[in-house]
C-alpha cells in the first residue's frame, strides 16, 4: 500500500503519483526482474500491472541490457504516458484496454505483442509515414524489427478508419526484410483474408517497399481474396515468388500492357516458373486499352487458364473461356505468349453464337475513331450468328497487313439487318449478308435486301484498311420499278449532284440499276458517284410539257457531277 513519485527531470516531465504500490525486485547474478501493481491518475489509466524480466550488468549500461516488459492495463490513455516513458511508435491520441509484451535489446524496442481494445488512435509507425486515423482498433497484434526488415502479425484483428474503411482478417502476417550481406531482399505475406481496398490504403501507413506502394497506387486492387499465402524474393516486382488466393469480386486498373478487370471472382495459384488461374465474371468489365477503346461489359464470363515461364518467356495456355452479355455470347480458346518487351504473340480461335449486329462497334479492335463511328450509325439493327474468329501472330504486324505475318479473320453471318451508310442516303434493308473483318480490311457482301421498295442482289460495302483508311466504297446492283429508282434518286444527295435532272420525271415499265458510292467520313459532301441505269421498254416522260415517250431503251450514265445518256431509243 506505498505511494511512489516519478520526477524526472531530464524529460522534464510532470510529477507522477502512483498509490496503492505492490513492487519487488529480483536479481540474480545478471539477470533482473520486477514486478509492479499500482493506481495511476484517474485521467491516465486503471490499475497497472507491470512486470519485468532482464538482463544486463550495470544499469550504468542500459543501452546493453536485454529482455521483455509486460504491462497490463484495462484502461490507459496512451497519448498521455509518452510524458514519461519512451513509446515504441509516435502515437498521439488512443485510449482504451491493453495487454502487452515488448522486447527490448540494446537499449531500443525491438518487438511487441499485444491485446488491444482501443478507441480514437492516432499513430505513425515510422516519422516518414502518413499518420493513421482510427475510430477502432481490437485484437491481437505483434510487430517485431531487425538491422533490414520487420514483421507484423494479427490475429482476431479489426480496425475501423475515421473515414469508415474497415481493415478485418482472422489471422495475417507480413514479414518485410531489405538486401543485406549479399543475400536479397525476401518477403512473406499470409491471411485468411483481406479487403483489397483497405490493404491499398493501409499500406501508406506501413513501412513497405516504395515499388509496391507504388504498384499498389497504380493498380487500385479491390475487392476480397481469402487464402492468401505468398512469399517472394528480390526488390520489387521480385525475381522470385510464388503463391496462391482465392478471390471475389477482384478489381484492377489497366496499366501499361497489364489489362484491367472488375466483377471477377476465382482462384490462383503459381509461382516464376507457372501457374494456374481459374475466373467467373459476374456483371464483369474487361479493360483492354491497347485492344479495344472501351471497356467490354460482359453480364458473366468463365475460363480456365495456366501459364509457364522460360527463358524470359511467358506462354499462357487459355483452355477455355466463354462469355455473354445482351450483345453477344460466345467461346475462346488458344495461347499466348510474351517476353515483356512486345504486346506478345496470340494463336486464338473463337466462336460466337449470338450478336446483335448494332453493336458490332463496341468490339473492333484497333479501329480509327471514323470508322468506328461508322460502323456505330450504319448497323441499326440485326442478328447475327455463326461468328468464328481467328487470330494468330505477332500482335506488333497486327492487324497482318503482310498475310505472311499472321492472321486476323473475322467471319459473320448476319440477317435482318438494316444498313445507313451515310446521311440522308436511302437506308439499305432486310440485309442479309456476310461480313468479313480479314487483316486490315472489312467487307460486307450482301446476297439480298432492299431500298424502298426494290429489291438488290449484289450489295458490297467495304473499307479497305479500318486502321487507316477515312473512305467506304459501296457498290450494288438492282431490278425494279423505274418509278422507285427515281425515287431514290429524288430522296438522296444524288438529285443535287446530277443538278436534279430527273426532277419531273414519270416512269412506268422496269429497268436496271449499277451504281458505286465512295463516301469519306468525314467529308461526305465530297462523296464520289460512279453509276448506270439500263431502260427496258419504258414509257417516260422527261418533263409535264413534253410528248410521252414509249418503247424507251438504253442506258444513262451518271457521275456525282454528270450525266450523259448512251443508246437511248425511243418511239413518240
Known amino acids: 500500500d506505498a505511494a511512489v513519485t516519478w520526477i524526472d527531470e531530464a524529460r522534464g516531465a510532470p510529477e507522477l503519483r502512483l498509490t496503492d504500490v505492490t513492487f519487488r525486485l529480483q536479481s540474480d ?74 522486447d527490448i535489446g540494446g537499449g531500443l524496442v525491438t518487438g511487441a505483442l499485444a491485446d488491444l481494445q482501443l478507441n480514437d488512435v492516432k499513430a505513425r509507425l515510422t516519422p516518414e509515414l502518413e499518420v493513421i486515423d482510427l475510430t477502432r482498433l481490437s485484437g491481437h497484434l505483434g ?25 478485418k482478417s482472422d489471422e495475417f502476417s507480413l514479414r518485410l526484410a531489405g538486401a543485406r550481406d549479399g ?38 486492387p479491390r475487392g476480397k481474396v481469402h487464402g492468401i499465402d505468398g512469399k517472394w524474393t528480390g ?51 474487361l479493360d483492354l486499352p491497347r485492344v479495344f477503346a472501351d471497356a467490354i461489359e460482359l453480364a458473366e464470363a468463365t475460363t480456365a487458364a495456366t501459364w ?71 448497323l441499326l439493327d440485326g442478328k447475327a450468328s455463326d461468328v468464328t474468329l481467328r487470330l494468330k501472330g505477332d500482335l506488333a504486324h497486327f492487324p497482318f497487313r503482310d498475310r505472311k505475318s499472321g492472321t486476323f479473320r473475322i467471319t459473320v453471318k448476319a440477317r435482318d439487318t438494316v444498313l445507313v451508310y451515310a446521311p440522308g442516303w436511302p437506308r439499305i434493308e432486310g440485309i442479309t449478308a456476310d461480313l468479313l473483318f480479314e487483316g486490315p480490311s472489312m467487307e460486307i457482301n450482301s446476297t439480298s435486301s432492299r431500298i424502298l421498295n426494290v429489291s438488290l442482289g449484289k450489295v458490297r460495302a467495304a473499307i479497305s484498311d479500318v486502321e487507316r483508311s477515312a473512305l467506304i466504297e459501296i457498290a450494288g446492283e438492282a431490278e425494279g420499278a423505274t418509278s422507285e429508282f427515281l425515287r431514290f434518286i429524288a430522296e438522296s444527295p444524288a438529285a443535287a449532284m446530277i443538278d436534279r435532272f430527273t426532277d419531273g420525271m414519270d416512269a412506268q415499265g422496269s429497268g436496271r440499276l449499277a451504281m458505286r458510292l465512295m463516301l469519306p ?35 444513262i450514265e451518271f457521275t456525282e457531277s454528270s450525266v450523259r445518256g448512251q443508246g437511248i431509243t425511243a418511239q413518240i
Request: proline letters at 4%; glycine letters at 10%.
Open 29 to 102: 547474478y545478471y539477470r533482473h526482474r520486477f514486478g509492479l501493481r499500482a493506481r495511476a491518475p484517474a485521467e491516465l489509466a486503471g490499475p497497472l500491472d507491470i512486470r519485468g524480466d532482464f538482463s544486463g550488468n550495470s544499469v550504468k549500461q542500459r543501452s546493453q541490457w536485454e529482455g521483455q516488459l509486460y504491462a497490463q492495463l484495462d484502461y490507459v490513455d496512451l497519448a498521455a504516458w509518452k510524458q514519461w516513458i519512451d513509446l515504441p511508435i509516435e502515437i498521439s491520441q488512443g485510449r482504451g484496454a491493453l495487454r502487452t509484451w515488448v
Open 143 to 167: 510487430w517485431r524489427s531487425w538491422n533490414n526488415g520487420f514483421e507484423v502479425i494479427a490475429r482476431r484483428f479489426e480496425a475501423v478508419a475515421v473515414a469508415g474503411r474497415e481493415f
Open 183 to 220: 543475400k536479397p531482399a525476401y518477403g512473406e505475406l499470409r491471411a485468411t483474408q483481406l479487403d483489397l481496398d483497405a490493404l491499398a490504403e493501409l499500406t501508406q501507413h506501413l513501412p513497405v517497399d516504395t515499388g509496391i506502394r507504388e504498384a499498389l497506387a497504380r493498380f487500385e
Open 235 to 285: 526488390d520489387w516486382p521480385p525475381t522470385q515468388y510464388q503463391f496462391k488466393a482465392q478471390f471475389e469480386r477482384l478489381a484492377v486498373n489497366a496499366v501499361g500492357k497489364f489489362p484491367g478487370v472488375t466483377g471477377v471472382s476465382g482462384a490462383i495459384e503459381g509461382n516464376e516458373r507457372q501457374g494456374s488461374l481459374k475466373l467467373v465474371g459476374q456483371k464483369m468489365r
Open 308 to 378: 509457364t515461364r522460360a527463358n524470359g518467356r511467358y506462354n499462357v495456355h487459355l483452355s477455355d473461356m466463354r462469355f455473354a452479355n445482351d450483345d453477344v455470347a460466345g467461346s475462346l480458346h488458344g495461347t499466348y505468349t510474351t517476353d515483356g518487351t512486345g504486346p506478345g504473340t496470340a494463336d486464338l480461335t473463337g466462336g460466337i453464337t449470338r450478336a446483335e449486329a448494332r453493336q458490332v462497334w463496341r468490339y473492333m479492335p484497333r479501329v480509327t475513331p471514323m470508322t468506328k463511328e461508322w460502323l456505330r450509325t450504319a
Open 521 to 555: 467520313f468525314d467529308n461526305t459532301a465530297g462523296t464520289k458517284l460512279v453509276g448506270a441505269y439500263q431502260f427496258r421498254s419504258n414509257r417516260l416522260r422527261v418533263d409535264p410539257d413534253m410528248p410521252l415517250l414509249e418503247q424507251v431503251d438504253g442506258r
